[in-house]
Protein backbone atom coordinates (compact mmCIF):
# COMPACT_ATOMS: atom_id res chain seq x y z
CA UNK A 1 0.00 0.00 0.00
CA UNK A 2 2.70 2.34 0.56
CA UNK A 3 4.60 1.33 -1.92
CA UNK A 4 1.61 1.78 -4.00
CA UNK A 5 1.24 5.56 -2.49
CA UNK A 6 4.75 6.39 -3.58
CA UNK A 7 4.15 5.34 -7.44
CA UNK A 8 1.28 7.19 -8.06
CA UNK A 9 2.65 10.70 -5.79
CA UNK A 10 5.68 9.73 -8.52
CA UNK A 11 3.43 9.52 -11.52
CA UNK A 12 1.90 12.91 -10.34
CA UNK A 13 5.29 14.47 -9.78
CA UNK A 14 6.44 13.27 -13.17
CA UNK A 15 3.07 14.58 -15.33
CA UNK A 16 4.16 18.04 -14.44
CA UNK A 17 0.91 18.33 -11.97
CA UNK A 18 2.32 20.38 -9.28
CA UNK A 19 4.64 22.92 -10.93
CA UNK A 20 2.28 25.77 -12.37
CA UNK A 21 2.01 28.78 -9.92
CA UNK A 22 -1.39 27.75 -10.54
CA UNK A 23 -1.77 24.65 -9.13
CA UNK A 24 0.56 25.98 -5.95
CA UNK A 25 -1.95 28.83 -4.97
CA UNK A 26 -4.70 26.76 -5.23
CA UNK A 27 -3.27 23.80 -2.92
CA UNK A 28 -2.45 26.62 -0.60
CA UNK A 29 -5.64 28.21 -0.41
CA UNK A 30 -7.49 25.20 -0.04
CA UNK A 31 -4.77 24.13 3.06
CA UNK A 32 -6.56 27.25 4.58
CA UNK A 33 -9.67 26.59 4.24
CA UNK A 34 -9.23 23.12 5.98
CA UNK A 35 -8.00 24.66 9.04
CA UNK A 36 -10.45 27.48 8.78
CA UNK A 37 -13.52 25.49 8.21
CA UNK A 38 -12.77 22.90 10.33
CA UNK A 39 -11.62 24.59 13.23
CA UNK A 40 -14.03 22.91 15.93
CA UNK A 41 -13.11 19.53 14.63
CA UNK A 42 -9.65 19.89 14.99
CA UNK A 43 -9.83 21.33 18.56
CA UNK A 44 -12.03 18.47 19.81
CA UNK A 45 -9.26 16.32 17.98
CA UNK A 46 -6.69 17.92 20.05
CA UNK A 47 -8.79 17.76 23.14
CA UNK A 48 -9.14 13.94 23.01
CA UNK A 49 -5.06 12.98 21.76
CA UNK A 50 -3.81 15.40 24.46
CA UNK A 51 -6.43 17.16 26.47
CA UNK A 52 -5.45 20.15 24.58
CA UNK A 53 -7.16 23.67 25.79
CA UNK A 54 -9.38 25.10 22.63
CA UNK A 55 -7.39 28.40 22.48
CA UNK A 56 -3.94 26.72 22.21
CA UNK A 57 -5.08 24.35 19.28
CA UNK A 58 -6.25 27.79 18.10
CA UNK A 59 -3.58 30.11 18.26
CA UNK A 60 -0.70 27.87 18.50
CA UNK A 61 -1.63 25.32 15.97
CA UNK A 62 -4.70 26.13 13.51
CA UNK A 63 -3.74 30.19 13.10
CA UNK A 64 0.01 29.20 12.51
CA UNK A 65 -1.05 27.05 9.98
CA UNK A 66 -3.38 30.08 7.69
CA UNK A 67 -0.56 32.11 8.19
CA UNK A 68 1.87 30.25 6.85
CA UNK A 69 0.35 28.59 4.03
CA UNK A 70 -0.89 32.37 3.00
CA UNK A 71 2.67 33.91 3.58
CA UNK A 72 4.92 31.56 1.02
CA UNK A 73 1.47 32.15 -1.17
CA UNK A 74 1.99 35.54 -1.60
CA UNK A 75 5.57 35.40 -2.16
CA UNK A 76 5.24 32.42 -4.68
CA UNK A 77 6.16 35.21 -7.51
CA UNK A 78 8.92 36.54 -6.33
CA UNK A 79 10.64 33.17 -4.88
CA UNK A 80 10.31 31.29 -8.67
CA UNK A 81 11.44 33.92 -10.75
CA UNK A 82 14.84 33.33 -12.31
CA UNK A 83 17.00 35.73 -10.06
CA UNK A 84 20.03 36.76 -12.32
CA UNK A 85 23.74 36.32 -11.00
CA UNK A 86 27.38 38.01 -12.61
CA UNK A 87 29.25 36.13 -14.59
CA UNK A 88 33.13 36.39 -14.67
CA UNK A 89 34.15 39.05 -16.68
CA UNK A 90 36.39 36.67 -19.07
CA UNK A 91 33.08 34.64 -19.90
CA UNK A 92 31.64 37.73 -21.32
CA UNK A 93 29.34 38.46 -22.87
CA UNK A 94 27.30 35.73 -21.03
CA UNK A 95 24.88 35.59 -17.91
CA UNK A 96 23.97 33.64 -15.12
CA UNK A 97 20.69 33.24 -12.96
CA UNK A 98 19.47 30.90 -9.90
CA UNK A 99 15.95 29.19 -10.07
CA UNK A 100 14.45 27.01 -7.68
CA UNK A 101 12.84 23.53 -8.95
CA UNK A 102 10.86 21.27 -6.99
CA UNK A 103 12.54 18.00 -5.37
CA UNK A 104 9.92 16.10 -6.58
CA UNK A 105 8.08 13.69 -3.93
CA UNK A 106 8.72 14.38 -0.48
CA UNK A 107 7.89 12.18 2.93
CA UNK A 108 6.64 14.54 5.79
CA UNK A 109 6.48 12.49 9.02
CA UNK A 110 5.25 14.56 12.05
CA UNK A 111 4.55 14.05 15.70
CA UNK A 112 2.08 14.00 18.53
CA UNK A 113 2.65 17.27 20.38
CA UNK A 114 1.67 19.66 17.66
CA UNK A 115 -0.62 17.16 15.34
CA UNK A 116 -1.99 19.45 13.14
CA UNK A 117 0.82 22.51 13.25
CA UNK A 118 3.65 19.92 12.55
CA UNK A 119 2.01 18.29 9.68
CA UNK A 120 0.61 21.33 8.06
CA UNK A 121 3.31 24.06 8.20
CA UNK A 122 5.94 22.04 6.46
CA UNK A 123 3.27 20.72 4.15
CA UNK A 124 2.69 24.44 3.08
CA UNK A 125 6.47 24.95 2.62
CA UNK A 126 6.78 21.31 0.69
CA UNK A 127 3.11 22.61 -1.34
CA UNK A 128 4.81 25.87 -2.00
CA UNK A 129 7.60 24.62 -3.40
CA UNK A 130 6.08 22.32 -6.23
CA UNK A 131 5.83 18.83 -4.64
CA UNK A 132 3.93 15.99 -3.87
CA UNK A 133 3.48 14.99 -0.97
CA UNK A 134 2.99 12.04 1.49
CA UNK A 135 1.90 12.85 5.04
CA UNK A 136 2.59 10.58 7.81
CA UNK A 137 0.92 11.66 10.96
CA UNK A 138 1.82 10.31 14.44
CA UNK A 139 -0.02 7.33 15.62
CA UNK A 140 -0.01 8.56 19.02
CA UNK A 141 -2.55 11.34 18.25
CA UNK A 142 -4.79 9.14 16.83
CA UNK A 143 -7.71 11.46 16.24
CA UNK A 144 -6.05 14.24 14.95
CA UNK A 145 -4.24 11.56 12.85
CA UNK A 146 -7.67 10.13 11.42
CA UNK A 147 -9.00 13.48 11.04
CA UNK A 148 -6.18 14.46 8.40
CA UNK A 149 -6.75 11.67 6.93
CA UNK A 150 -10.47 12.27 6.15
CA UNK A 151 -9.98 16.21 5.30
CA UNK A 152 -6.59 16.23 3.52
CA UNK A 153 -8.21 14.19 0.35
CA UNK A 154 -11.77 16.56 0.68
CA UNK A 155 -9.60 19.68 0.07
CA UNK A 156 -6.17 19.15 -1.70
CA UNK A 157 -5.51 17.15 -4.79
CA UNK A 158 -5.91 13.19 -3.71
CA UNK A 159 -3.47 12.71 -6.68
CA UNK A 160 -0.58 14.96 -5.44
CA UNK A 161 -0.67 14.80 -1.46
CA UNK A 162 -1.60 11.36 0.30
CA UNK A 163 -1.98 10.50 3.58
CA UNK A 164 -0.54 7.47 5.04
CA UNK A 165 -2.00 6.46 8.76
CA UNK A 166 -0.27 3.81 10.85
CA UNK A 167 2.83 2.72 13.01
CA UNK A 168 6.06 2.12 13.16
CA UNK A 169 5.49 -0.61 10.42
CA UNK A 170 4.39 1.79 8.24
CA UNK A 171 6.51 4.46 8.32
CA UNK A 172 9.40 1.47 8.11
CA UNK A 173 7.81 1.05 4.71
CA UNK A 174 7.75 4.96 3.79
CA UNK A 175 10.88 4.70 4.25
CA UNK A 176 12.31 2.19 1.67
CA UNK A 177 10.75 4.51 -1.28
CA UNK A 178 13.27 7.05 -2.98
CA UNK A 179 11.98 10.23 -1.72
CA UNK A 180 13.24 12.72 -3.16
CA UNK A 181 13.42 14.34 0.23
CA UNK A 182 12.07 13.47 3.89
CA UNK A 183 10.83 16.19 6.53
CA UNK A 184 10.98 14.23 9.88
CA UNK A 185 10.10 15.98 13.24
CA UNK A 186 10.37 13.77 16.29
CA UNK A 187 13.03 12.00 18.52
CA UNK A 188 16.67 11.92 17.82
CA UNK A 189 17.05 8.01 17.82
CA UNK A 190 14.68 7.49 15.17
CA UNK A 191 15.99 10.43 13.58
CA UNK A 192 18.92 8.32 13.20
CA UNK A 193 16.86 5.49 11.40
CA UNK A 194 15.37 8.16 8.90
CA UNK A 195 18.93 9.31 8.19
CA UNK A 196 20.19 5.65 7.70
CA UNK A 197 16.99 4.47 5.33
CA UNK A 198 17.62 8.09 3.94
CA UNK A 199 21.13 7.29 2.70
CA UNK A 200 20.19 3.76 1.06
CA UNK A 201 18.44 6.94 -1.83
CA UNK A 202 21.17 9.38 -1.28
CA UNK A 203 17.75 11.06 0.34
CA UNK A 204 18.17 14.77 1.71
CA UNK A 205 16.29 14.86 4.74
CA UNK A 206 15.62 17.63 7.09
CA UNK A 207 15.14 16.71 11.03
CA UNK A 208 13.63 18.53 13.60
CA UNK A 209 14.45 17.29 16.43
CA UNK A 210 14.32 18.79 20.58
CA UNK A 211 16.97 19.24 23.55
CA UNK A 212 17.31 20.67 26.80
CA UNK A 213 16.63 24.26 25.94
CA UNK A 214 18.08 26.38 28.89
CA UNK A 215 16.93 29.98 30.47
CA UNK A 216 19.22 32.27 32.02
CA UNK A 217 17.87 34.68 34.20
CA UNK A 218 19.94 37.13 36.54
CA UNK A 219 19.37 40.16 38.31
CA UNK A 220 18.96 42.84 35.61
CA UNK A 221 15.62 40.75 34.50
CA UNK A 222 12.08 42.41 35.29
CA UNK A 223 11.37 39.25 37.44
CA UNK A 224 7.67 39.53 37.11
CA UNK A 225 8.17 39.90 33.56
CA UNK A 226 10.58 37.17 33.29
CA UNK A 227 8.31 34.89 35.07
CA UNK A 228 5.42 35.13 33.34
CA UNK A 229 6.94 34.42 29.99
CA UNK A 230 9.02 31.36 31.44
CA UNK A 231 5.76 30.11 32.82
CA UNK A 232 4.13 30.32 29.48
CA UNK A 233 6.65 29.12 27.14
CA UNK A 234 7.46 26.46 29.83
CA UNK A 235 3.23 25.20 30.32
CA UNK A 236 1.79 25.73 27.08
CA UNK A 237 0.28 22.26 25.94
CA UNK A 238 1.43 20.83 29.69
CA UNK A 239 5.16 21.16 28.87
CA UNK A 240 4.98 19.60 25.73
CA UNK A 241 6.70 22.00 23.24
CA UNK A 242 10.22 20.89 21.70
CA UNK A 243 11.53 24.80 22.24
CA UNK A 244 9.65 24.99 25.70
CA UNK A 245 12.32 26.20 28.47
CA UNK A 246 13.36 23.43 29.85
CA UNK A 247 15.34 24.32 32.93
CA UNK A 248 16.25 27.67 34.19
CA UNK A 249 19.67 28.60 35.39
CA UNK A 250 19.55 31.21 37.71
CA UNK A 251 21.73 33.57 39.71
CA UNK A 252 21.99 33.60 43.54
CA UNK A 253 20.45 36.53 44.03
CA UNK A 254 17.45 35.88 42.18
CA UNK A 255 16.56 32.28 41.97
CA UNK A 256 14.51 31.75 44.90
CA UNK A 257 12.65 34.96 44.48
CA UNK A 258 11.95 33.89 40.45
CA UNK A 259 10.68 30.32 41.90
CA UNK A 260 8.28 32.11 43.94
CA UNK A 261 7.04 34.18 41.76
CA UNK A 262 7.14 31.64 38.62
CA UNK A 263 4.46 29.92 41.09
CA UNK A 264 2.65 32.81 41.37
CA UNK A 265 2.21 32.94 37.66
CA UNK A 266 0.93 29.77 37.55
CA UNK A 267 -1.69 30.63 39.87
CA UNK A 268 -2.43 33.75 37.31
CA UNK A 269 -2.91 31.21 34.73
CA UNK A 270 -4.30 28.26 35.97
CA UNK A 271 -5.82 29.16 39.29
CA UNK A 272 -5.72 27.62 42.81
CA UNK A 273 -6.28 23.83 40.80
CA UNK A 274 -4.73 24.01 37.63
CA UNK A 275 -6.19 20.49 37.03
CA UNK A 276 -9.86 21.87 37.29
CA UNK A 277 -8.47 24.70 34.81
CA UNK A 278 -9.93 24.33 30.77
CA UNK A 279 -6.59 26.09 29.81
CA UNK A 280 -4.15 23.24 31.09
CA UNK A 281 -3.80 20.70 28.98
CA UNK A 282 -3.05 16.84 29.83
CA UNK A 283 0.13 14.03 29.20
CA UNK A 284 -0.14 12.44 26.12
CA UNK A 285 -0.26 9.02 27.14
CA UNK A 286 0.31 6.79 30.18
CA UNK A 287 4.32 6.00 29.00
CA UNK A 288 4.89 9.71 29.16
CA UNK A 289 3.03 9.96 32.06
CA UNK A 290 4.87 7.48 34.17
CA UNK A 291 8.63 8.60 32.61
CA UNK A 292 7.36 12.46 33.79
CA UNK A 293 6.38 10.65 37.41
CA UNK A 294 9.91 9.39 37.98
CA UNK A 295 11.70 12.66 37.14
CA UNK A 296 9.91 14.57 40.46
CA UNK A 297 11.62 14.32 43.88
CA UNK A 298 11.19 10.65 45.82
CA UNK A 299 8.51 10.32 47.70
CA UNK A 300 6.27 13.07 45.31
CA UNK A 301 3.87 10.43 43.58
CA UNK A 302 2.34 7.59 45.38
CA UNK A 303 2.43 4.35 44.50
CA UNK A 304 0.31 3.11 41.05
CA UNK A 305 -1.37 0.51 43.06
CA UNK A 306 -2.94 0.51 46.85
CA UNK A 307 -1.00 -1.45 49.56
CA UNK A 308 -1.14 -2.50 52.79
CA UNK A 309 0.39 -0.06 55.67
CA UNK A 310 3.21 -2.48 56.12
CA UNK A 311 4.08 -2.12 52.30
CA UNK A 312 3.58 1.91 52.56
CA UNK A 313 5.97 2.21 55.10
CA UNK A 314 8.57 -0.22 53.66
CA UNK A 315 8.42 1.88 50.89
CA UNK A 316 8.34 5.17 52.88
CA UNK A 317 11.99 3.98 53.76
CA UNK A 318 12.85 2.32 50.65
CA UNK A 319 12.32 6.03 48.89
CA UNK A 320 13.96 7.73 51.89
CA UNK A 321 17.17 5.87 51.53
CA UNK A 322 17.44 6.02 47.44
CA UNK A 323 17.36 9.58 48.09
CA UNK A 324 20.09 9.73 50.51
CA UNK A 325 22.30 7.35 48.18
CA UNK A 326 21.47 9.41 45.72
CA UNK A 327 22.72 12.41 47.10
CA UNK A 328 25.27 10.28 48.62
CA UNK A 329 26.78 9.47 45.34
CA UNK A 330 26.54 12.72 44.00
CA UNK A 331 29.02 14.13 46.61
CA UNK A 332 30.84 10.82 46.44
CA UNK A 333 31.38 11.26 42.64
CA UNK A 334 32.40 15.05 42.16
CA UNK A 335 28.91 16.23 41.14
CA UNK A 336 29.06 14.62 37.89
CA UNK A 337 27.20 16.63 35.25
CA UNK A 338 23.94 15.66 33.33
CA UNK A 339 24.80 12.38 31.22
CA UNK A 340 23.92 11.81 28.22
CA UNK A 341 20.91 13.95 27.21
CA UNK A 342 17.97 12.69 25.25
CA UNK A 343 16.70 15.11 23.74
CA UNK A 344 13.10 14.84 22.51
CA UNK A 345 10.35 16.70 21.15
CA UNK A 346 7.82 14.38 21.62
CA UNK A 347 9.14 10.98 23.23
CA UNK A 348 11.42 10.24 25.77
CA UNK A 349 10.93 6.94 26.02
CA UNK A 350 10.06 4.05 23.23
CA UNK A 351 12.16 5.23 19.72
CA UNK A 352 9.57 3.78 17.95
CA UNK A 353 6.67 6.30 18.33
CA UNK A 354 8.17 9.22 16.38
CA UNK A 355 9.12 11.43 19.03
CA UNK A 356 11.83 13.91 20.17
CA UNK A 357 15.06 12.09 21.72
CA UNK A 358 18.12 14.20 20.33
CA UNK A 359 20.71 12.22 21.70
CA UNK A 360 24.76 13.84 22.43
CA UNK A 361 26.62 15.19 19.69
CA UNK A 362 29.14 13.18 18.46
CA UNK A 363 32.55 13.58 20.27
CA UNK A 364 30.52 15.17 23.13
CA UNK A 365 30.71 13.91 26.85
CA UNK A 366 28.35 11.42 27.78
CA UNK A 367 28.96 12.73 31.25
CA UNK A 368 30.64 16.64 31.01
CA UNK A 369 31.81 17.01 34.33
CA UNK A 370 30.37 19.89 35.78
CA UNK A 371 33.09 22.27 38.13
CA UNK A 372 31.51 22.15 41.75
CA UNK A 373 31.68 26.74 41.51
CA UNK A 374 29.38 26.35 38.50
CA UNK A 375 26.29 25.02 40.10
CA UNK A 376 25.34 25.77 44.04
CA UNK A 377 24.53 23.19 46.49
CA UNK A 378 20.99 25.32 48.20
CA UNK A 379 20.84 24.57 51.85
CA UNK A 380 18.24 22.38 53.01
CA UNK A 381 17.57 20.55 49.69
CA UNK A 382 18.14 17.41 50.35
CA UNK A 383 16.57 15.05 47.29
CA UNK A 384 18.81 15.41 43.70
CA UNK A 385 15.73 16.70 42.12
CA UNK A 386 15.26 19.99 44.17
CA UNK A 387 12.76 20.94 46.56
CA UNK A 388 9.09 21.37 45.13
CA UNK A 389 8.42 25.00 45.20
CA UNK A 390 4.58 24.31 43.61
CA UNK A 391 2.60 21.70 42.30
CA UNK A 392 4.31 17.93 42.40
CA UNK A 393 0.45 16.80 42.18
CA UNK A 394 -0.54 13.91 39.75
CA UNK A 395 -3.45 12.03 38.82
CA UNK A 396 -3.22 9.17 37.00
CA UNK A 397 -6.29 8.11 35.48
CA UNK A 398 -6.46 11.62 33.97
CA UNK A 399 -2.65 11.76 33.00
CA UNK A 400 -2.34 14.89 34.70
CA UNK A 401 0.64 16.41 36.35
CA UNK A 402 0.74 19.36 38.10
CA UNK A 403 2.60 22.78 36.82
CA UNK A 404 5.40 21.98 38.79
CA UNK A 405 8.47 23.82 39.85
CA UNK A 406 11.38 22.90 40.99
CA UNK A 407 14.44 25.14 43.17
CA UNK A 408 18.47 23.88 44.23
CA UNK A 409 18.13 21.15 41.81
CA UNK A 410 21.15 19.35 41.17
CA UNK A 411 22.84 18.48 37.73
CA UNK A 412 23.04 14.80 38.56
CA UNK A 413 19.27 14.46 39.05
CA UNK A 414 17.12 12.31 36.66
CA UNK A 415 14.84 14.94 35.65
CA UNK A 416 18.74 16.98 34.22
CA UNK A 417 19.59 13.96 31.74
CA UNK A 418 16.55 13.70 29.08
CA UNK A 419 14.78 16.18 27.55
CA UNK A 420 11.93 17.17 30.31
CA UNK A 421 9.27 17.36 27.20
CA UNK A 422 6.45 17.93 30.45
CA UNK A 423 5.06 20.38 33.14
CA UNK A 424 8.08 19.82 35.41
CA UNK A 425 10.67 22.99 35.47
CA UNK A 426 13.75 22.84 37.78
CA UNK A 427 15.75 25.65 38.81
CA UNK A 428 19.52 25.53 39.65
CA UNK A 429 21.26 28.21 41.20
CA UNK A 430 24.65 29.03 38.80
CA UNK A 431 27.12 31.53 40.07
CA UNK A 432 26.45 34.00 36.93
CA UNK A 433 26.18 34.37 33.61
CA UNK A 434 29.97 32.80 32.28
CA UNK A 435 29.41 29.59 34.74
CA UNK A 436 25.78 29.10 32.94
CA UNK A 437 27.59 29.08 29.67
CA UNK A 438 30.04 26.98 30.51
CA UNK A 439 27.66 24.54 31.71
CA UNK A 440 25.40 24.54 28.68
CA UNK A 441 28.25 24.02 26.42
CA UNK A 442 29.16 21.16 28.29
CA UNK A 443 26.13 19.99 26.69
CA UNK A 444 24.26 18.79 24.04
CA UNK A 445 23.39 22.25 21.13
CA UNK A 446 19.95 22.10 22.27
CA UNK A 447 16.83 23.77 19.67
CA UNK A 448 16.34 26.66 21.55
CA UNK A 449 18.35 29.38 24.44
CA UNK A 450 16.82 31.81 26.35
CA UNK A 451 18.52 34.72 27.79
CA UNK A 452 16.46 37.15 30.64
CA UNK A 453 19.13 39.88 31.42
CA UNK A 454 19.23 43.52 30.52
CA UNK A 455 23.00 43.54 30.42
CA UNK A 456 23.70 43.99 26.77
CA UNK A 457 27.56 42.43 27.53
CA UNK A 458 25.89 39.14 28.89
CA UNK A 459 23.52 38.82 25.68
CA UNK A 460 26.43 39.41 23.64
CA UNK A 461 28.12 36.63 25.58
CA UNK A 462 25.42 34.35 25.32
CA UNK A 463 25.08 34.85 21.08
CA UNK A 464 28.91 34.15 21.05
CA UNK A 465 29.94 31.96 23.17
CA UNK A 466 26.60 29.59 22.97
CA UNK A 467 24.98 27.79 19.67
CA UNK A 468 21.34 26.89 19.44
CA UNK A 469 18.80 26.40 16.79
CA UNK A 470 17.74 29.85 18.03
CA UNK A 471 18.14 31.99 21.03
CA UNK A 472 15.33 34.61 22.64
CA UNK A 473 16.21 37.30 24.81
CA UNK A 474 13.27 37.55 27.16
CA UNK A 475 10.82 35.84 24.41
CA UNK A 476 10.41 31.76 24.64
CA UNK A 477 8.83 30.24 21.80
CA UNK A 478 8.71 33.35 20.02
CA UNK A 479 10.93 32.43 16.90
CA UNK A 480 8.20 29.45 16.54
CA UNK A 481 5.19 31.79 16.02
CA UNK A 482 7.30 33.40 12.69
CA UNK A 483 7.40 32.70 9.24
CA UNK A 484 10.00 35.14 8.70
CA UNK A 485 11.82 33.34 10.94
CA UNK A 486 13.83 30.03 10.02
CA UNK A 487 13.49 27.89 12.37
CA UNK A 488 15.68 24.24 12.91
CA UNK A 489 18.08 23.06 15.18
CA UNK A 490 21.76 22.20 14.99
CA UNK A 491 23.66 18.96 15.77
CA UNK A 492 21.58 17.21 17.91
CA UNK A 493 18.50 19.19 18.25
CA UNK A 494 18.04 18.66 14.12
CA UNK A 495 19.39 19.52 11.00
CA UNK A 496 17.98 21.85 8.36
CA UNK A 497 15.06 24.91 8.68
CA UNK A 498 11.77 25.78 7.44
CA UNK A 499 9.15 28.47 8.12
CA UNK A 500 8.34 30.78 5.27
CA UNK A 501 11.44 31.23 2.94
CA UNK A 502 13.76 28.65 4.32
CA UNK A 503 10.74 26.16 4.21
CA UNK A 504 10.13 27.02 0.50
CA UNK A 505 13.82 26.67 -0.40
CA UNK A 506 14.44 23.47 1.68
CA UNK A 507 12.13 21.80 -0.77
CA UNK A 508 13.28 23.14 -3.61
CA UNK A 509 16.52 22.93 -5.81
CA UNK A 510 18.06 25.85 -6.48
CA UNK A 511 19.18 24.96 -9.97
CA UNK A 512 22.49 26.83 -11.65
CA UNK A 513 21.79 28.54 -15.42
CA UNK A 514 24.26 29.81 -17.76
CA UNK A 515 23.87 31.09 -21.35
CA UNK A 516 26.42 32.41 -23.76
CA UNK A 517 25.90 33.52 -26.92
CA UNK A 518 27.59 31.68 -29.83
CA UNK A 519 29.06 34.25 -31.58
CA UNK A 520 31.41 36.07 -31.18
CA UNK A 521 33.28 32.76 -29.90
CA UNK A 522 35.09 34.38 -27.48
CA UNK A 523 36.36 30.75 -25.80
CA UNK A 524 38.65 30.33 -28.75
CA UNK A 525 41.39 32.13 -27.19
CA UNK A 526 41.41 29.45 -24.16
CA UNK A 527 41.32 26.08 -26.33
CA UNK A 528 44.46 24.15 -27.28
CA UNK A 529 47.06 23.95 -28.14
CA UNK A 530 48.65 26.24 -25.31
CA UNK A 531 51.27 28.49 -27.26
CA UNK A 532 53.30 31.01 -25.89
CA UNK A 533 51.01 33.71 -26.55
CA UNK A 534 48.14 32.29 -24.44
CA UNK A 535 50.49 31.55 -22.23
CA UNK A 536 51.02 35.28 -22.01
CA UNK A 537 47.02 36.01 -22.10
CA UNK A 538 46.62 33.55 -19.06
CA UNK A 539 49.34 35.50 -17.04
CA UNK A 540 47.41 38.55 -18.18
CA UNK A 541 43.87 37.03 -16.76
CA UNK A 542 45.14 35.79 -13.56
CA UNK A 543 46.60 39.49 -12.82
CA UNK A 544 43.06 40.47 -13.24
CA UNK A 545 40.94 37.88 -11.61
Not at 227 to 248: E, H, L, M, S
Request: net charge neutral; aromatic share 8%; with cysteine.
Amino acid sequence: MTNQTFEQLKKTYESGRTRPLIWRRAQLNALRRLVTENRDAFVSSAMADLGKPAAETVFMELNLVAGEAQFVRNRLSLWTARHPKAMHWMLQPAAGWTIAEPKGVVLIISPWNYPVLLALEPMADALAAGNAVCLKPSELSPNTSKLLAELVPQYLDSEAVRVVEGGPKETGELLKCPFNHIFYTGGGHVGKIVMRAAAEHLTPVTLELGGKSPCFVDRTADINVAARRIAWGKFTNAGQTCVAPDYVLATPDVAEALAERIAVAITEFYGEDPKASPDFGRIINDRHFERLCKLLPVGTVPPEEPSSPLVQVASAVGAAMDMVGRRFNAVTTGRGGAGEMAGSANNAAKPTDGSNMAAADDGATASAAVEPSEIHKVPGVFDLAGRIVCGGKVDRAARYIAPTVLYGTSPDAPVMKEEIFGPILPILVVEDAESAIRFINKRSRPLAAYVFSRDHEVRLTFERQTSSGALGYSLPLGHLLSSRLPFGGVGASGIGTYHGKAGFLTFSHVKTVVTKPQFPDTLRLVYPPFNEAKAKLFDIIAKFS
